[in-house]
């Protein structure tokens, strides 16, 4: 069977870059962007990237946006927008800002 060298470190250490991206609820008012991978730093600038990318759209309803290390709270208000409404909206947006099809 083979194996694919993205599987190996590159130098015993370093794991290629291979986030995961999923959008979750949180309660009625706010939903969170997780991203994971092995390379913190490279997941840090991608929540910031889609905050600010977010942060620039005019979303009726959209709230306080909360990043954090590895993830994006977004808090919205429900009588303007929708939870999968906006949940789409930020796996668009996290698509386009990370140059990623994985939104």
Known sequence: MARSLN????DG???LFSPTF???NVGSTAV?????GADKMAVHKR???LSRELSAWDVPGLGRLV???DSLLVEFDPSLVEAPTLKRLVRLIDASASGTEDG
């Open 7 to 10: 599987s190996l470190p590159l």
């Open 13 to 15: 250490n370093i794991f």
């Open 22 to 24: 999923t959008v979750v």
């Open 32 to 36: 969170r962007a997780i991203v994971s």
């Open 47 to 49: 929540v910031h990237a």
């Open 67 to 69: 990043p954090t290390n």
